[in-house]
């Protein structure tokens, strides 16, 4: 323990395994995530939707325990020993994707643990973020290099993910993230900070207009859905659409997913130095464009060629609307900076909830296409949404006489 707590004094040291068990668990995320659809439709046997019910309830169950972890966390919890009870329940939710098939275990006991491990990644955001401001480090830097190694993680795990899958099976892809989860517990046990959580008097709010009642809020919460269930509903029904028009790219999938991430990383980064120059709404703007082309490529066309090219149409899409979107909301709502961003983190939620519903019902009724074409008409209308909204007011000086 002696050797264990030197470790934690270290603050080089401890920045690191920040980062590195960022990468380590969106490695975890990166294998299971992009194959589920492939591996209930192949391996598990089940219809369209059942597996839009999976994910729509995976979703729901991932919402309700993030909450209550956070809050638990918030009032009394130690951060790190959230983070190694996550990462537990990954690995028990690994083993039992790679050894069982029944639906409905994987439904409950999968769910559950799913459920709980996927708090992980939002606790070592707070972490990060409380030992940055402890020790007067810049959080904002920090924060978006911690962002980075979830896209640096999406680069690498769906080509992974596939290659694991189709050449040594399932039970080895889930079996190969159980390890990941495995590593980044040890590198928490030794290396994250045990700090408790310091209690933060509630300071009396000044009275502020409901969120329900600011047109441009609700226009660009409506507006990030329709993106994000576009987004989603692509990442849940493209495995299975290319296995059905081109059977022989059994790889193909995985390397889409990972070149799209690829795209992200310098999309971001880019996108946010440009927010001085050209505003959020301008940013947003184009990268909707980029969406609504995105979509039409994906409706158009069925080569291997142009499947490549269109990645970075979305990429430029999904990058920028991932940095600069949670700052939009702010910008929205002055002074209110932790609604803003859960109302961004909740346009999430809702996507994956919506998009696991509309695919299952979509695909096996009217076939894979009209997924796309689907999507193309919600990007359509986010791009209208965003046009509307008018950037947030200035203070208004009064006349001078």
Not at 156 to 178: D, E, H, Q, R
Not at 202 to 222: A, C, W, Y
Not at 321 to 329: D, N, P
Not at 355 to 378: E, F, N
């Amino acid at each position: 323990m002696k050797t264990s707590q030197s470790f934690q004094q270290q603050p080089i040291l401890i920045l690191c395994s920040f980062l590195l068990g960022a990468f380590i668990i969106g490695i975890a995320g990166a294998l299971q995530s992009p194959t589920l659809s492939l591996y209930l439709s192949e391996e598990v046997k089940v219809n369209e939707y059942l597996i839009g019910l999976f994910y729509s309830v995976n979703a729901i169950a991932g919402i309700a325990v993030s909450f209550l972890l956070a809050q638990y966390s918030d009032k009394k919890g130690i951060r790190r020993n959230i983070i190694l009870f996550c990462c537990l329940m990954g690995i028990g939710n690994c083993i039992t994707f790679a050894f069982s098939r029944q639906y409905w275990m994987l439904f409950s006991v999968g769910i559950f643990f799913s459920a709980l491990s996927s708090a992980a990644m939002p606790q070592i955001f707070a972490a990060s973020r409380e030992y940055t401001d402890r020790t007067g480090g810049n959080v904002v830097v920090f924060n978006g290099i911690l962002r980075a190694q979830l896209s640096l993680a999406w680069v690498i795990g769906p080509p992974l993910s596939f290659t694991l899958a189709v050449k040594y099976g399932f039970t080895s892809m889930y079996s190969s993230a159980a390890a990941m989860y495995l590593v980044a517990l040890l590198i928490v046990l030794v290396f994250f900070p045990a700090m408790r959580h310091k209690r933060i008097s509630i300071e009396t709010e000044q009275p502020s207009e409901p969120i329900i009642t600011n047109k441009n809020v609700l226009m660009l919460f409506l507006a990030s859905i329709f993106m994000g269930t576009a987004n989603m509903m692509y990442l849940i029904d493209m495995p299975l659409y290319l296995k059905e028009i081109l059977p022989a790219a059994d790889y193909l999938a995985g390397r889409l997913m990972g070149l799209a991430a690829a795209i992200e990383i310098p999309a971001m980064l880019i996108a946010s130095m440009l927010v001085p120059r050209f505003g959020n709404k301008n940013l947003i703007c184009f990268a909707v464009i980029c969406g609504v082309l995105f979509f039409i490529g994906m409706v158009t066309c069925q080569s291997t060629q142009m499947l490549y090219l269109l990645q970075l149409l979305n990429g430029l899409f999904i990058g920028i609307v991932a940095s600069i979107g949670m700052l939009y909301f702010q910008d929205l709502l002055p002074g209110r900076t932790g609604i803003a961003s859960t109302l961004f983190n909740n346009c999430i939620s809702c996507s994956i909830i919506i998009a696991g519903m509309l695919q299952g019902v979509v695909s096996a009724k009217l076939g894979h296409q009209a997924i796309y074409a689907i999507s193309l008409v919600m990007v359509c209308l986010s791009f209208i949404l965003c046009l509307i909204i008018q950037p947030p007011q200035s203070i208004k000086k009064p006349p001078t006489s």
